[in-house]
């Protein structure tokens, strides 16, 4: 519907002070931009007059960590992104996604990320490439295609599980040839870069040299990587100057997800990362991050486990918790050293909150800590944890409450940020961030808090991360873009998601338009799926359909 917003207070997405201004959409595109009051409905063909008084007109927010791979496909309505003004999502994160791979790859994922994603078992997952997957998100199905639109990241560690299964070892010449090839294909059929789960297996048994093998290759196709890196506790500052140094050494573009510093060793060192990155990008490297606007973060429990215990996958790893002498090395690990999959840091159980299980026997468990279970029952935390472990069959989620405000603020104000929600949309209780952030953004941290100004802020969630993804006439409000476009009330848009209530919608959002459909209208979803897959193409650009385009 050939759509006209009159009066609206535009924040273009570029940083630009905001004006008043009349938007046209047609066709999917924003047709016009130009002074409020100028254009009327009969001067325009209008079919649809909106009068946005006293509305923000922006473009779409872009979630740069998005975990909705599977759930864009089976709870289409996608009211959780829709509801925060989210037209775009990059996919594919933490190393860990569902292409490519074949059927035996194929089934060890979805057991591994089943507490990120759920495990359906009556689901259709007829594809195995990144283009058929790809393909699938586009496929017109019951009436649309996908509600947002999505991009993708070549997940590393099923890469390595592809070629090399979830074992631990380093890579022969001619499997770590194969798995270059393997990435390459996938950007050539559209993957925007690569990602990587360094605390996650298997993609953490990835040595420096063969993540650096992999990043030459994303980077003579202009992709980039996104490591999700080896520590975020003990030994963070280290691990985030691996990355960095894989970018310079390989001239791979690097994205640092969800950036921060947690735990209690990394109280208030925001700044000591920030002065790292600020010396690379000084130097001419090409970095960029996104961050949540929370403190806790959201994994499985499964993730808290010794690398070396969790080699060869599900079945491998429940044989080991099942043994005694076994159980009492990770305990060791856990307990006393510290466990690389905890970050190095040693587990404190009441900051380990279960969110979701998948054995209905357990749903009793869920919102409480490790440590409140153990009391219950008089039992010991550890002996909880691989109990549950054991039970759920490795598919639990956690919050893990380690982070810190003051890192949250100084990293989200950086130059080169962009948001990202790192938001699970399954479990009885996810972490909030998947109904709240971009809201949160806007009204908690600049609005109330004025940390940011609402144009620079509008920048740090649509036009900076649509350079980061070079995008294709996406990300602003200019005329010949596409018309992914949100109108909130600057007043009032609010978070109201909790960590109690998690899938409470948030205020403020007036007007969603995916690619010029309306799929939230005066504050209620429409049912709308308008989303396209966006793929890199051959001139290096981002847009829906082909590859091919020179």
Same mark, same amino acid.
């Given at each position: ?10 924040? #273009? ?88 791979? +074949? ?38 199905? +019951? ?37 270059? #090839? ?157 466990? +690389? ?114 144009? #620079? ?63 939230? +209208? ?29």
């Amino acid at each position: 519907m050939k759509t006209l917003i009159s009066n609206a207070i535009l924040v #273009d997405g570029t940083g630009a002070d905001r004006r008043p201004a009349d938007v046209l959409l047609d066709g999917g595109v924003i047709a016009v931009v130009a002074d409020a009051g100028s254009l009327t409905a009969s001067g325009t063909g209008a079919e649809r007059t909106i009068d946005a008084t006293g509305l923000v007109l922006s473009p779409g927010f872009i979630d740069m960590h998005a975990h909705s791979d599977l759930q864009l496909l089976v709870n289409k309505d996608h009211y959780a992104k829709l509801s925060q003004g989210v037209t775009t999502e990059l996919l594919g994160q933490d190393g860990l996604s569902y292409a490519p791979v +074949d059927d035996a790859t194929l089934t060890g994922v979805r057991e591994k990320i089943a507490g990120w994603n759920d495990n359906p078992q009556d689901f259709d997952w007829n594809w195995r490439t990144v283009g058929e997957y790809l393909e699938r998100l586009d496929a017109e199905e +019951d009436g649309g295609r996908i509600a947002t639109n999505a991009a993708y990241l070549v997940p590393q560690g099923t890469v390595r599980a592809l070629v090399m299964g979830f074992a631990e070892g380093d890579p022969t010449p001619e499997q770590q040839e194969r798995m270059q #090839d393997l990435v390459r294909t996938a950007l050539e059929e559209g993957a925007v870069g690569m990602s990587s789960g360094l605390t996650y297996t298997p993609g953490m048994y990835a040595g420096t040299e063969e993540l650096a093998g992999l990043c030459r290759t994303v980077g003579e196709l202009g992709g980039f990587y996104a490591p999700h890196h080896r520590s975020y506790g003990k030994g963070a500052l280290g691990a985030y100057a691996e990355m960095i140094g894989l970018s310079r050494d390989t001239g791979c573009a690097l994205h640092l997800s969800h950036a921060t510093m947690n735990f209690a060793e990394n109280k208030g060192r925001a700044d000591e990362l920030l002065e790292l990155i600020d010396a690379a990008l000084d130097d001419g490297a090409d970095i960029t991050l996104d961050t949540y606007p929370y403190l806790p973060g959201a994994t499985t429990l499964a993730a808290i486990l010794p690398s070396w215990s969790s080699s060869g996958g599900t079945e491998a790893t429940l044989a080991r918790l099942a043994d005694p002498a076994t159980l009492a090395r990770i305990r060791e690990s856990v307990e006393i050293y510290g466990s +690389d999959g905890c970050h190095g840091v040693v587990a404190e159980w009441d900051t380990l909150e279960v969110s979701g299980v998948q054995n209905p026997a357990l749903a009793g468990h869920v919102g409480k800590t490790i440590a409140a279970i153990a009391a219950e029952i008089n039992a010991e935390p550890f002996d909880v944890f691989a109990q549950i472990l054991q039970a759920d069959r490795l598919g639990t989620g956690i919050l893990q409450h380690v982070g810190h405000e003051e890192n949250v603020q100084a990293i989200m104000v950086h130059r080169t940020h962009t948001g990202g929600s790192d938001g699970l949309l399954v479990g009885a209780k996810p972490h909030p961030r998947a109904w709240g952030t971009f809201p949160r953004y806007l009204g908690h941290y600049s609005r109330d808090l004025g940390l940011l100004t609402l144009e #620079d802020m509008v920048h740090h969630l649509s036009g900076r991360p649509a350079e980061r993804l070079k995008l294709d006439r996406r990300g602003l409000v200019r005329e010949g873009y596409a018309a992914d476009v949100v109108l909130f009330d600057p007043r009032t848009v609010r978070d109201e998601a909790t960590f109690e209530n998690p899938r409470k919608p948030a205020t403020g959002i007036h007007y969603v338009f995916v690619n010029g459909t309306a799929a939230i +209208d005066g504050g209620k979803p429409t049912g709308a799926r308008a989303g396209r897959a966006l793929r890199r193409s051959l001139d290096g650009r981002t847009r829906a359909g082909s590859t091919e385009i020179a």
